[in-house]
Every structure is written in structure tokens, then in C-alpha cells.
């Protein structure tokens, strides 16, 4: 493989394949993104369905869409998709990630083209998808506009990208790292870095810069009576942006 | 998802188990067909599928928000024509011997222009017209006992009474208020048995009731009169146990001449029209609606005071809280039986049904009294609602199941 530029922060790699093994346990470590996994498979699904006139009633919605998984770690987001019919593509660029993923769809009886790969390799390799997601992954990369530039070249056009993120403000310090983190013990401490945070001005900027254009912004929050996680106007903390490639 | 024996595979599979062909497992496995779709495959299992129900004398209160539910899953047309619509209730506060029963509360019965609040439904056509439609939309029905179950990561391995296993991703307990499968699962119940029983049988009349429910507060408990189709009603006569027995083994016009006594005879002459049988009353509640892999529905979960006529209609917002649950996440390709799902059921229902199970017990323990003070406090209560029309109005809502957060089915929406 030639020698390409690469956004992976070697340190944020380290720490999610630690915790592979625990992916798949909903009471696990990983508790808190399986929580969080029905309201932004909910948006993807709208979405792509109001896109490509699909009918979300249908437990075949995303039948034939390709679309790609950028950080799919063990699969939290590809096995619902591909279980609704998409062809999905799963990047991760942790091995362990790979593997425990791989395991898992095997189990599931799903087939899933896990990859081992960075977002700029499969750039450069030329590969194209009808919807391209990058679902809380923005905030852990090094180099956003790198990052998202790479995925915004593999939309088809007609197609889109998907964002999901944090916002870099004063509320998401309070919530995201100090309450998440120190207070609720949902995420070790650590997994985040605030400063790493992107607001949707700076993302929507790297978008247009790769040639798309926002179409929608959706903000998500907590509901604490529920203990569900619900879509809000407010973008404070928990956000994410649609792109469309005209 | 799936409906077949994998090669090598050790078990069938299908993708939603339901112990138990009551009203609350039929309507659930109808619910989740229609919102799934034929790839989604849901299997009923009960012994009494083989059964004849025609010994039940039974009627059930089908409330506005139960009917919506049943008009949205496509059964109501088959029940409508026998339906008799609750024009108005009465309700009285006597002691046996009184000779004029004064009315402390009346309700026009609609909670909205020309929508009866109740209808009453005999229950052996009610569970006709849901195993109708079951079969009509593929519900895998089987003359079975649910024996055992084990619950995996991403399955539930259940033991049926042929021998066979079956492989679900969730297993509901829709198997009464005894619930072999909430026991097996070890989930306790809490609660306490009224020592009462509820005497049920079926009377015809000379005269027409003209919709009008009745509700009588007699010294051993609520004495009511449900009107029926057909110049006949359906009586719900609380007595302490043993005597409850007793009045029940009496010969014919032994029984005829007791019941006389408390029905009077503004319907003129009336005559038996039914087998009679008491049922223990009690209320109990499961301490969880959940387990791994599993939820309770209905009975199962909670028996409740019939003394405002609500356990039937709280088994239905089980069924349509639960069926929202499952297909929202099945629509998701998430799992239906995972935690996620379980853990929005049960916290859609629990309060909701420990509130009515608190109001139902209050209301028994008000009114099972004779003691003169009592009365004077629950009257002068009784007078006050009646006074008052917006109270009245939540009383009417909220005995209809048109209160709280509202799952689509009870709206009258499919999912």
C-alpha cells in the first residue's frame, strides 16, 4: 500500500481496542453507546429514506444502499443497517475493533465487508458510496478537514454524508466530559478530549470544502425522566449534520 | 426475520414467542404482524387454543382507548354488531334492605360526541374474533404449554409441551394471572387477595336497560349491573368468599331469588341466562414486567380490583406499549427482545398500572364497608364529583384509557 497522510491518532486507537471485547454487552462498558445507537440509527434511517424514497415502515428500508461505516468499531451502527438490507462497508482502523466486529456478524448470520482501513485509503482507492458516515468518530481524528474532505470524496453524487458529533462549547465541557466522564462514570475518563470537539460552523465548513452541501443540522439530547436519548433543536452538546453531493 | 429450521440447526426459529392466547397475547401477536410485516414470525402457544370457551359467562368493558386499539389491529367490526355501547352509569351507595337506592353519581357515558366511553363484549366472541384474525395474518398458533425457557446473549430457547424447542429473540408471558412462566422466571409478585369473590353470570329482563350501567355499593362490595345486547346484562357481584360459594351452589330458584334481591325489578321480571361461577378476587403485581429476554403482559403482570372494570383495559395499554417497542426497534434492525426495548416497556407501564392498582384497592376498601361513618365520607365524595364537571370529565377519560403518554395503538394509530 503506498504511503498515505493519515488522520488516525494512535493513542485514541489504543484505548478503543481495550475495550473490543465489551462491544456487543449492553451493560458493559459500551452501555452508554447503546443507549445512544436507536436515535442516530433513527436520524440515519429518516434520512436515507426521505433521500432515496424509502419507506422506514419497512423492515427492508435500506435494501441496496452502499454505505459506508468510518470508525465502525465492533459494529454497533453496521449490523442494524445491514440487517435493513444495506451493503455495508465497516472501517475501523483498531484490529481488534476488526476482529470482535467480524465475530459478531458472523454470529448475527449477517454479511458485513469489515475493513481494517482509514477513511484516506479507501479514498484513495477510489471507493464510492450512496451514504458515507462518520458517526461519533469526528471528534477523536486528528486533522478534521483531512478526515472529512477523504469522506466527502466518496459520495456518490445524489448521495450523502452523515456527521455525528460533540460541539465545542461550555455546556458540552459541562455535560460531555465533566458529567459523562467524572460524574455519571458512563465514558472512562478521558475518552474524550474537549478541545478536539468541532462545532457544526467548522464541520459544515470542511463539508462545502469537499464539495458538499449541508442540508440539515439536528441537535440530540438526554432526556433524563425518559433515560432516553431524543432528537432536540439544541446543538449544544450532542449534534449531527446531513451533506448532500449535488 | 426468520420462520424456518436452519440446516444443522437444533431448534425453530421464530422472532417473537407468546406464552398465553388471552385477549392481551392475541392482540399483541396481531399488532406486531401488522406492523412488521410476514418476514417478522410470531408464534402464539396455549393448551386452551384446543379448547371451547363457551362455559365462560364472562363480559369484558371494552374502554374507548381499548376500542380504538382493537378498531386499529381490525377486530372491532367483527365484535360490533354483538357490542353494547355504555349509554350511562349509575352508580349507588345502599345498604341491601334500602328500599330507594340514591344516586350520588350518574355519568352520560361519551367521552367524545356520539363515542360510547365502554362497550360491553361477551368474552368467548371477543377471543373468537382475535383467534380469526390471528390466523388471518399469519400468527403461528400452537395448542401448547410453554414448559421452560433459557435466555442467551441474542436468543431465548424455549421448551414447549411437545418436546420442541423453539428459538425466539423475545418471550412474552401473556399466561394469566397465575403466570407459570413469570414463576419459572422467578419473579415475584406482591399483593394480597381480597377475600372476596366475584359472583358472574348472565341475566335477561323484561325491559330494555337502554345502555345504562349500574353500579351499586352494596355493604360486602359492588354489586353491577353491565347491559348486554339483547335485553340482557352481565352482573359482577362481590361477595365475601365463602358466601360467595354458597350463593353459587344454590339450586336455580335459590339463586334466582338472591339475586332478585339486589337486582330489583325496574327491568321488570328477570331470568337466568348463564352459567354462573365465582372468581377469587385479588391484586397482585409482579415486582418486574421484565427478565432477560422476557416481558410480562396483562394478567401476568397484574391482577387489579374489577371494580371499576379496568384489568382488561390495562392488559391492552400493556400490549399496545409493548408492541410500539418492538417494532420501533425492529424497524431499527435492533434487537426486540435486547434491554433497550425491555427497559422501555417496563418504564412506559409500571406507574401507570401501580396507580390504578392503588385507586382500584382504595375505591374496594372505601366502599366494601358497612360502617355508617364510611359511607357518609365516601357519599359526600361521590356528591362532590358529581358536582363537579370537569372532575367528572377525568373520571370519564381516565376510566376510557385516554390519560398519560398514550402508546399509538390506544390513539387509535397503527403503528
Known amino acids: ?246 | 426475520m426468520e420462520n424456518t429450521k436452519p440446516p444443522g440447526a437444533s431448534a425453530w426459529r421464530t422472532d417473537v414467542l407468546i406464552g398465553g392466547a388471552g385477549f392481551a397475547g392475541l392482540a399483541l401477536a396481531i399488532a406486531l404482524r401488522q406492523g412488521l410485516g410476514e418476514s417478522f414470525h410470531v408464534t402464539v402457544a396455549d393448551p386452551a387454543l384446543g379448547r371451547s370457551h363457551a362455559g365462560d359467562a364472562r363480559a369484558s368493558a371494552i374502554a374507548a382507548a381499548a376500542r380504538r386499539l382493537f378498531e386499529t389491529i381490525g377486530v372491532w367490526d367483527q365484535v360490533a354488531p354483538g357490542a353494547q355501547p355504555i349509554l350511562d352509569m349509575v352508580v349507588t351507595d345502599s345498604k341491601l334492605q334500602d328500599v330507594m337506592r340514591p344516586t350520588y353519581l350518574s355519568f352520560s357515558g361519551k367521552v367524545a360526541p356520539g363515542e360510547p366511553f365502554a362497550h360491553m363484549i361477551e368474552n368467548p366472541a371477543l377471543l373468537a374474533a382475535l383467534i380469526a384474525r390471528a390466523k388471518q395474518e399469519g400468527v403461528e398458533l400452537r395448542t401448547e404449554a410453554v414448559t421452560g425457557f433459557e435466555a442467551s446473549t441474542d436468543r431465548v430457547t424455549v421448551a414447549l409441551s411437545s418436546g420442541e424447542p423453539i428459538s425466539a429473540k423475545l418471550l412474552v408471558a401473556a399466561d394469566g394471572a397465575r403466570s407459570p412462566i413469570r414463576e419459572a422466571a422467578g419473579i415475584r409478585s406482591t399483593g394480597w387477595s381480597y377475600d372476596q369473590s366475584g359472583i358472574v353470570t348472565t341475566v335477561s329482563h323484561e325491559r330494555d336497560h337502554h345502555g345504562r350501567a349500574e353500579e351499586h355499593f352494596l355493604p360486602a362490595g359492588p354489586f353491577a349491573i353491565l347491559p348486554l345486547k339483547g335485553r340482557r346484562s352481565s352482573i359482577v357481584w362481590t361477595e365475601e368468599k365463602r358466601e360467595a360459594e354458597r350463593v353459587v351452589a344454590l339450586p336455580d330458584d335459590g339463586f334466582h331469588a338472591e339475586l332478585e334481591r339486589r337486582f330489583g325489578l325496574k327491568l321488570g321480571e328477570i331470568a337466568l341466562a348463564g352459567p354462573r361461577r365465582a372468581y377469587p378476587l385479588g391484586l397482585s403485581m409482579a415486582r418486574s414486567f421484565i427478565g432477560e429476554r422476557l416481558a410480562l403482559v396483562g394478567d401476568a403482570a397484574h391482577v387489579i380490583h374489577p371494580i371499576a372494570g379496568q384489568g382488561l383495559n390495562l392488559g391492552l395499554r400493556d400490549v399496545a406499549a409493548l408492541a410500539e417497542a418492538v417494532v420501533d426497534a425492529a424497524r431499527l434492525g435492533l434487537d426486540p427482545g435486547g434491554p433497550d426495548v425491555m427497559t422501555r416497556y417496563q418504564r412506559w407501564r409500571r406507574f401507570d398500572t401501580a396507580a390504578m392498582g392503588v385507586a382500584t384497592d382504595g375505591l374496594n376498601r372505601l366502599f366494601s364497608n358497612s360502617s355508617d361513618a364510611l359511607r357518609i365520607v365516601r357519599d359526600v365524595g361521590l356528591g362532590l364529583v358529581d358536582r363537579m364537571p370537569a372532575l367528572k370529565t377525568l373520571f370519564i377519560r381516565e376510566a376510557a384509557g385516554l390519560t398519560g403518554d398514550v402508546p399509538k395503538l390506544l390513539r387509535g394509530e397503527a403503528l
Open chain 1, 1 to 246: 500500500m503506498p504511503e498515505i497522510r493519515s488522520t488516525v491518532d494512535t493513542d485514541e486507537v489504543a484505548r478503543f481496542s481495550a475495550l473490543a471485547a465489551d462491544w456487543w454487552n449492553p451493560r458493559g462498558k459500551m452501555a452508554p453507546l447503546h443507549k445512544f445507537n436507536p436515535v442516530r440509527i433513527g436520524y440515519v434511517r429518516d434520512q436515507a429514506a426521505l433521500r432515496f424514497g424509502r419507506d422506514t415502515k419497512k423492515l427492508d428500508s435500506m435494501k441496496g444502499l452502499r454505505i459506508l461505516d468510518i470508525g465502525c468499531g465492533g459494529g454497533l451502527l453496521s449490523e442494524p443497517l445491514a440487517r435493513l438490507g444495506a451493503e455495508m462497508v465497516g472501517v475501523d482502523p483498531s484490529n481488534t475493533n476488526i476482529e470482535a466486529a467480524r465475530a459478531h456478524a458472523a454470529q448475527s448470520g449477517l454479511a458485513i465487508d469489515y475493513r481494517c482501513a482509514t477513511a484516506e485509503a479507501l479514498a484513495e482507492a477510489g471507493e464510492k458510496f450512496d451514504i458515507v458516515l462518520a458517526m461519533e468518530v469526528v471528534e477523536h481524528v486528528s486533522d478534521v478537514s483531512l478526515f472529512v474532505e477523504s469522506c466527502a470524496s466518496m459520495v456518490r453524487p445524489g448521495g450523502l454524508m452523515i456527521a455525528a458529533t460533540l460541539n465545542r462549547t461550555l455546556k458540552s465541557f459541562a455535560l460531555a466530559i465533566v458529567g459523562a466522564e467524572y460524574i455519571l462514570r458512563w465514558l472512562p475518563v478521558g475518552t474524550h478530549s474537549w478541545e478536539k470537539f468541532v462545532t457544526p460552523n467548522e464541520l459544515e465548513i470542511a463539508m462545502e470544502q469537499g464539495g458538499l452541501r449541508v442540508t440539515a443540522d439536528q441537535g440530540v439530547i438526554y432526556n433524563i425522566i425518559a433515560d432516553r436519548w431524543q432528537l432536540s433543536s439544541d446543538t449544544d452538546v450532542n449534534y449531527m449534520l446531513v451533506a448532500e453531493r449535488a
